[in-house]
Nanobody
Framework: QVQLVESGGGLVQTGGSLRLSCAAS????????MGWFRQAPGKEREFVAT????????YYADSVKGRFTISRDNAKNTVYLQMNSLKPEDTAAYYC???????????????WGQGTQVTVSS
């Protein structure tokens, strides 16, 4: 069992930065792949980034590649999403999720947080 709590969302101007955190509780965090997903109003939830349990493998959506960086600190049971050069189209609720392997398919993730809102103003 893994419980996930996201934080760090907020309102930022275009071109600004935010760092999201996802704090996990539960014994299996360090052996779980972690992913970030987002859902904008009226749209389906989409993949943003994922990282393997050891941190050596990462994948990104094309829309965020080069701007966002996913990382994790297993000693702190936390995964991060550093978001730079933010755009209005990045506005969404951001969710972290835990699963067995770092995949883009959200169906592969078993545990989900409640989400944190990111709003990018133009």
């Amino acid at each position: 069992q893994v419980q996930l709590v996201e934080s760090g969302g907020g309102l930022v101007q275009t071109g600004g930065s935010l760092r999201l955190s996802c704090a996990a509780s539960g014994r299996t965090f360090s052996s779980s792949a972690m992913g970030w997903f987002r859902q904008a109003p009226g749209k389906e939830r989409e993949f943003v980034a994922t990282i393997s349990w050891g941190g050596e493998t990462t994948y990104y959506a094309d829309s965020v590649k080069g701007r966002f960086t996913i990382s994790r600190d297993n000693a702190k049971n936390t995964v991060y999403l550093q978001m730079n050069s933010l755009k209005p189209e990045d506005t969404a609720a951001y969710y972290c999720a835990a699963g067995p392997v770092p995949l883009r398919d959200q169906k592969e993730y078993r545990y989900w947080g409640q989400g944190t809102q990111v709003t990018v103003s133009s």
